[in-house]
């Protein structure tokens, strides 16, 4: 898909099918998240992939609003070292998420509210922090997409030298 | 471009020649941001586009490495309301530096360390931050792209289930 298309197009959203996500495009998915820059190139992002069902209803109970990982096929937990700022693990997750609509996957971000709890479910080492929580899977076909996802106007969003 | 290509083609790029951006271009480009999805549609992101050389000079002495935005083009800050995380910054530069480099254009991160300097610049109102500024222009072909961006090890960067 052309990659200006894949950004204005993908969604975030919260049903998936049961099929199973390939191999080949989960790679996919993780190497243009790693690929994702940092300031001196640093790297201060890592990926935990959980997929077993009962150790992603456990990641579940660690967030208030974290629906979506229960039809998701995987959940990949962006997680930011000491060094690493929330920036970076929005960096990394958008690449994640727009690679993964670029193979047909669906995505939405879940946050982690309660850190210590998310941290002892993935075995977090000291200093390391979940950024956030991407559940992936097939889109439902019969949950519409929002597509028309409304934004606030363009001459609000964007201003030219200041703010006004 | 392909999106996947687009995504792990990208490189933070420094050096740009004084080619003017288009219009066309850079409206793709903040569009691409604008697209980027939030939490509820909270929609906690603005933009502010600087490119007047002297109010870009003014924004560059904000923050203590932001020698990218001498020869920039164009500076796009990606700044963030009170309901908003880093996160949220995150997600709309990267959907903005891919953007750009779809569209030819080379985009670095610069962080704006000293917050009230920036947002005085900006005229940002009360709690309003600056993210991060993205500087963009057209790559300097006679500075070589570090196209073999070294990442840490797949298994260092990727992980299953657990930590370890």
Redo the contacts between chains.
């Keep these: 898909?052309?990659?200006?298309?894949?950004?204005?197009s993908?969604?975030?959203t919260r049903s998936y099918t049961e099929e199973p996500i390939s191999e080949e495009s989960l790679r996919?998915v993780?190497?243009?998240g790693?690929?994702?820059?940092s300031?001196k190139?640093r790297?201060p992002?890592?990926?935990?992939?959980?997929?077993?069902k009962e150790?992603m209803a456990e990641l579940a109970r660690c967030g208030d609003f974290s629906e979506p990982l229960g039809p998701a096929t995987a959940a990949i937990a962006v997680c930011v070292g000491p060094e690493g700022?929330?920036?970076?693990?929005?960096?990394?997750?958008?690449?994640v998420?727009?690679?993964a609509?670029?193979e047909g996957l669906a995505t939405c971000?879940v946050?982690i509210h309660h850190e210590d709890c998310g941290r002892e479910v993935?075995?977090?080492?000291e200093g390391?922090r979940i950024?956030?929580v991407i559940a992936m899977g097939h889109p439902d076909p019969r949950v519409p997409m929002s597509l028309n996802?409304?934004?606030?106007p363009?001459e609000?969003?964007?201003?030219?030298?200041?703010?006004?």
């Design positions: 898909m052309d990659a200006y298309k894949a950004i204005i993908k969604r975030d996919r993780l190497q243009a790693r690929m994702a820059g300031s190139n790297q992002v890592r990926f935990v992939v959980v997929r077993d150790h700022l929330d920036f970076d693990g929005g960096r990394a997750s958008q690449n998420m727009v690679a609509w670029n971000p946050r993935l075995g977090l080492p390391w950024s956030m996802a409304k934004r606030r363009w609000e969003y964007v201003r030219w030298e200041r703010w006004e």
